[in-house]
């Protein structure tokens, strides 16, 4: 069960560091209709991670994975290695379309118009996020892999699942927990923080998708070797 979450620890992070959702659910709670927009948009968050994760770990556990011994067979070290390579095109493609120096990051059109998303919008765009987002359904489908390869007894499985979402989550149910608990104390630290994600997170984010890319495929290859 620990090594499991430890591999699964990196790969939370890598779908929670993730800017264009964070920025989005700061930019909902600035907005008027600020409470129920980003609340929908969290559980939006929270029910994509957690569908593409069930689907792959139960898709993957129909395949038996696990090998023998709780150690995982060819067929999940293959899948490893095809993310890891996967991950690490993303991370390169991300690196090259950093901002340099004082150059601003580009932000998707449709962030213009946030501040008028309503709830059932919100979910939606939650979903699709985390989802549909090519770097956040490759981390989720490489969890469910993770998990379903580690040998675990069903109960585990669904901490696992739990401690996965929950981290991967957290970037996103936190600002909008703390927004609601103390809205007139976190609109500035908010302001700041998006303008922060905006200008630097790209890079961070390539940087951590390049090195969980070569962790997936490391492990993948060795799995194979």
Same mark, same amino acid.
């Given at each position: 069960m620990g090594t499991v979450i430890g591999d699964l620890l990196p790969l939370a992070l890598g779908v929670a560091i993730s800017p264009?959702?964070? +920025?989005? $659910? +700061?930019?909902?709670?600035?907005?008027?209709?600020? /409470?129920?927009?980003?609340?929908?948009? /969290?559980?939006?968050? $929270?029910?994509? +991670? +957690?569908?593409?994760?069930? $689907?792959?770990?139960?898709?993957a556990g129909g395949a038996d994975v696990g090998g023998t011994s709780g150690a995982p067979s060819t067929a999940a070290s293959w899948i490893k290695l095809v993310? /890891?390579?996967?991950?690490?095109? $993303?991370?390169v493609r991300q690196w090259r379309g950093r901002p340099r120096g004082d150059e601003p990051a580009p932000l998707p059109t449709w962030m213009a118009a946030i501040d008028e998303v309503t709830p059932a919008k919100g979910l939606g765009l939650g979903v699709l996020l985390s989802a549909v987002?090519?770097?956040?359904?490759?981390m989720c489908i490489a969890a469910g892999v993770t998990i379903a390869g580690g040998g675990l007894g069903s109960a585990d499985e669904v901490v696992?699942?739990?401690?996965f979402t929950v981290i991967a989550a957290s970037t996103v149910l936190v600002p909008v927990v703390g927004y609601a608990l103390a809205r007139d104390r976190m609109r500035h630290p908010l302001d700041e923080l998006k303008v922060w994600l905006q200008q630097n997170n790209v890079t961070v984010m390539a940087v951590l998708i390049l090195v969980i890319g070569v962790a997936?495929? /490391?492990r993948g290859l060795g799995g194979l070797i």
């Open positions: 264009v959702p964070v +920025i989005a $659910v +700061i930019l909902m709670l600035l907005a008027p209709r600020a /409470g129920a927009a980003s609340a929908a948009f /969290g559980l939006g968050w $929270v029910l994509g +991670i +957690i569908v593409v994760t069930v $689907v792959t770990l139960l898709v993310l /890891g390579v996967l991950l690490l095109l $993303v991370g987002n090519p770097k956040n359904l490759l696992a699942v739990a401690v997936l495929t /490391g």
